[in-house]
């Protein structure tokens, strides 16, 4: 079964210093992975994507995520935080529907929560 | 342009009340997905609609819960005799078309955040 795991539940950087979360996944096939984030009180955020090709993607707030399929891994990255990332970052993998078929849902990790020190 | 909505934004009931949530997703959008995110959990997936029909509902915990969508529109999800465990927020998402394709981003809500005492 599908699976994602962050590994870190609260991670606290200065503001900017770099940035990396964790994922990592448990699926057989190419995985389709994903990166949002949640303000408190906002909607998820879609912040990044992986489908195929170019393992290193690029998402919106500068942030980029590196995916490596030898470490099942999807991590998430910044090179300078700003106060305003300090929100819930989430994990996710496209997950197959034995019931409808095709990939129609996510599948989320618990979340990482970061703080941002000024 | 208009996001997903979701009324109420707070909900609190009492034990083994009935209570229906709704979700109103991006106009246009086929595509309509309930999730619940209990605390310090991520989403959970619980159903998910094309059109009119549910085309997954594998998520659901149990038969206290169902969702429709009658018109291809706005979705209701409606829990009967409700438990403390049902605490959660539930989340809706829409997207223009099934399925999880580079194109098809699924656009959340901001949730209503059910409490039962």
């Known amino acids: 079964a599908q699976s994602v795991t962050q590994p870190d539940i609260h991670i606290t950087v200065s503001e900017g210093a770099s940035l990396e979360l964790r994922c990592n996944y448990s699926y057989g096939a190419t995985p389709y992975l994903f990166w949002y984030v949640q303000s408190p009180g906002q909607g998820l955020q879609l912040l990044l994507k992986y489908f195929s090709g170019d393992t290193l993607v690029q998402g919106i707030k500068g942030f980029e995520a590196e995916f490596k399929r030898s470490q099942s891994s999807f991590n998430l990255r910044k090179h300078s935080v700003h106060w305003s990332d300090a929100a819930e970052y989430f994990c996710a993998v496209g997950a197959l529907s034995s019931i409808s078929g095709g990939y129609n849902k996510l599948i989320f990790g618990a979340g990482t929560r970061l703080a941002v020190h000024p | 342009g208009a996001g997903v909505s979701q009324t109420p934004s707070n909900k609190v009931t009492e034990k083994g009340k009935y209570v229906e949530l709704r979700c109103d997703p991006i106009?246009?959008?086929?595509?309509l997905y309930w999730y619940r995110q209990s605390l310090g959990q991520g989403p959970e997936f619980l159903i998910y609609f094309q059109g009119t029909g549910a085309a997954d509902d594998s998520g659901l915990p149990n038969d206290r819960f169902f969702a429709v969508r009658p018109e291809g529109s706005v979705s209701t999800l409606k829990i009967q005799r409700t438990e403390r465990g049902d605490s959660a927020v539930y989340l809706c998402?829409?997207?223009?078309?099934?399925?999880?394709?580079?194109?098809?981003?699924?656009?959340f809500g901001p949730g209503t955040r059910l409490t039962v005492l």
């Open positions: 106009s246009g959008h086929t595509a």
């Open positions: 998402a829409s997207s223009k078309r099934t399925g999880l394709v580079y194109d098809n981003e699924q656009f």
